[in-house]
């Protein structure tokens, strides 16, 4: 591997240009077609109550019009929700393709972590295990990654409810089939809920997703950086054997 190309920095700038453009730029570009999708539905509805002097059907085009703002709401909620999740699997596939492309003066001898554990989790044994990042002098800068994962698997996993109703014997051996709503997520994150009760859905709002990008993209910039100080650090050791003298 030449020590003139950083393969880590190249890292670092792939991954900024697919959260900026593919990520970021799909989630701007599908909330602007809902925007004028929904605009385009309301003047329709607007139009015919203007015309209408029925009541009742005036009053069938009024649930029209809330119905319509609500989907618009729910759809723009799902595509921040699976902006995140983009975010989390671009994030995990950088810093293993980091990890990869150390292989040649590092190489990777073991399999990492438990296998309970989450991806990222692995991932921050082996970034400590084999290359030696001090996390625990630098916790901030992975402290978003635990309610990102858990964000995630939230909305993967359960569709986005934020509360779901667990069997008893799931937490706790009651000898019973009835079922209870199980908070722990609405509890835990409540700034990534929108409503209560069986009704409450994660909701990813712009602020939240922005503040986990600047975040995945400073920690993919200080690993690289960490990654590449080991590299060149490596090359220095290399002794090259001397070349036999010509007959």
């Not at 590449?228 to 002794?239: G, H, Q, Y």
């Amino acid at each position: 591997m030449s020590t003139d190309y950083d393969i880590f920095e190249g890292e670092y700038d792939s991954f900024q240009w697919d959260v900026h453009l593919l990520i970021k730029g799909t989630l701007q570009a599908g909330i602007r077609y809902l925007e004028t999708d929904t605009d385009s539905e309301l003047a329709k509805i607007e139009e015919w109550l203007k015309k209408s002097t029925d009541s009742e059907y005036r009053e069938h085009l009024v649930d029209e019009h809330v119905d319509v703002l609500s989907t618009n709401v729910a759809q723009q909620r799902f595509l921040r929700n699976m902006a995140l999740v983009a975010l989390a699997s671009r994030l995990t596939h950088a810093l293993r393709a980091m990890a990869r492309s150390a292989e040649p003066f590092i190489p990777r001898k073991k399999q990492y972590g438990q296998k309970h554990m989450s991806e990222f989790a692995r991932l921050w044994v082996e970034y400590k295990e084999r290359f030696g990042v001090d996390f625990e002098a630098h916790a901030s800068r992975i402290a978003f990654f635990e309610p990102l994962n858990d964000v995630r698997n939230q909305i993967v996993h359960d569709g986005s409810e934020a509360n779901t109703i667990k069997p008893f014997d799931e937490i706790e051996d009651l000898g019973s089939d009835t079922g209870v709503l199980d908070m722990w997520f609405s509890t835990k994150y409540p700034e990534y809920v929108h409503g209560r009760g069986i009704g409450a859905v994660v909701d990813v709002n712009q602020d939240l997703l922005e503040k986990n990008i600047k975040a995945a993209i400073e920690l993919v910039a200080w690993l690289s950086g960490e990654l590449r100080e080991r590299e060149l650090a490596s090359k220095k050791n290399v002794t090259v054997p001397k070349r036999p003298p010509l007959p």
